[in-house]
């Protein structure tokens, strides 16, 4: 129902900031939520933050808080994840994610995965 497509991952170094972006298309219904998890090799896939449709309502795990923002472009059907300060256990596959509900307590809420970005921190 609804596509979910990422870029922006990249190689980068401690310290450094990048922004990923993630694009919605299909049957986007317009009071969604959108997501971003991430996994790292070994581990399980993680929450990072979720913005609401509803304006000023943003979600964010405690590991990345005041580190990242997440925004979003109605207009675009895109959401964003600005990531600054980035410590070397940021390091993951970063996924987009789509549901219809928030706050976002597990991965169970999603309707919809994209395919992952790759974002590699070295220190």
């Known amino acids: 129902q609804v596509q979910l497509v990422e870029s922006g991952g990249e190689s980068v170094q401690a310290g450094d900031s990048l922004r990923l972006s993630c694009a919605a298309s299909?049957?986007?219904?317009?009071?969604?939520?959108m997501a971003w998890f991430r996994q790292a090799p070994g581990k399980e896939r993680e929450f990072v933050a979720a913005?609401?449709?509803?304006?000023?309502?943003?979600q964010y795990a405690d590991s990345v808080k005041g580190r990242f923002t997440i925004s979003r472009d109605n207009a675009k059907n895109t959401v964003y994840l600005q990531m600054n300060s980035v410590k070397p256990e940021d390091m993951a596959v970063y996924y987009c994610?789509?549901?219809?509900?928030?706050?976002?307590?597990?991965?169970?809420?999603?309707?919809?995965w994209g395919q992952g970005t790759q974002v590699t921190v070295s220190s």
């Open positions: 994610a789509y549901t219809l509900s928030f706050p976002i307590r597990s991965t169970r809420a999603i309707l919809n």
């Open positions: 299909g049957r986007v219904f317009s009071r969604n939520a």
């Open positions: 913005i609401n449709w509803k304006p000023n309502e943003e």
